[in-house]
């Protein structure tokens, strides 16, 4: 029961909020919301979001695999741990996006996408 707690308390009701928020900005809102939607660091993170899902998990490991290597302490669930693995992971997504999505996104570019039909 006390995971099932933690997830609705935790997880669940904290993603609410963001989603609500994130909805609002996108309909346009005004003031503070807007401010912080065109903000370039939020655009930025906005930007490389898709490596922020894909190597947060890694870079979790990365962070416990550093810390066993020189025999320290794994940094304890809480904010210690969120920016070390958060600062690892927006590293490893913006690394992605610059060596990778974004020279991929730009070749795309020079593709088509319809198909040729064979010339008889």
């Not at 669940?12 to 909020?17: E, I």
């Not at 503070?32 to 930025?44: F, G, T």
């Not at 809480?78 to 999505?101: D, K, M, N, Q, Y």
């Not at 996104?105 to 039909?117: C, D, F, G, H, V």
């Amino acid at each position: 029961q006390a995971a099932m707690f933690n997830f609705v308390l935790g997880d669940f009701l904290t993603v609410v909020p963001l989603v609500a928020v994130v909805c609002w900005a996108s309909a346009g809102a005004k003031g503070l919301i807007k401010r912080l939607a065109e903000n370039s660091v939020v655009r930025y993170l906005g930007r490389i979001s898709y490596g922020i899902y894909l190597y947060h998990f890694p870079a979790l490991a990365v962070v416990f695999l550093f810390c066993e290597s020189f025999e320290t302490q794994f940094p304890p669930l809480g904010p210690i741990r969120f920016v070390i693995a958060g600062l690892v992971t927006v590293a490893a997504a913006a690394t992605s996006w610059h060596l990778l999505e974004q020279p991929l996104s730009r070749l795309k570019a020079r593709l088509s996408y319809t198909a040729t039909l064979a010339r008889n």
